[in-house]
């Protein structure tokens, strides 16, 4: 038996609108990551010659390493933070925002 080209397009666009419907059900998948800024290593601050021979120079370094500090857990606190938001189930509680 032939097929007719009438039924032929009918079942093509019949085709056509089943896979529409199943595509505009679906919502789109988008994919967040943290700020990138947060994901870049910065490199520890080094210790100057200088600083063994003057004490001005080794509280800048202490205080240079200090801020390294903060700023790397700061990092790690936004990440726990947007793990959450994004569904991870953790063990312990994130640190809130700083303000």
């Known amino acids: 038996m032939r097929s007719s080209p009438r039924l032929m397009?009918?079942?093509?666009?019949?085709g056509c609108a089943a896979l529409a419907c199943s595509c505009a059900s679906r919502e789109?998948?988008?994919?967040a990551y943290?700020?990138?800024?947060?994901l870049k290593?910065?490199?520890?601050p080094v210790l100057a010659p200088e600083a063994l021979t003057s004490d001005n120079a080794l509280a800048e370094y202490d205080a240079a390493?200090?801020?390294?500090?903060e700023r790397g857990?700061?990092?790690?606190?936004?990440?726990?933070?947007?793990?959450?938001?994004?569904?991870a189930q953790l063990p312990f509680k994130c640190p809130p925002p700083d303000t």
């Open 34 to 38: 943290p700020p990138s800024a947060d």
């Open 73 to 87: 857990w700061a990092a790690v606190a936004r990440i726990c933070r947007w793990a959450v938001t994004n569904g």
């Open 41 to 44: 290593v910065e490199a520890k």
């Open 28 to 31: 789109p998948q988008l994919t």
């Open 65 to 69: 390493v200090e801020a390294w500090g």
């Open 9 to 14: 397009r009918s079942l093509a666009l019949a």
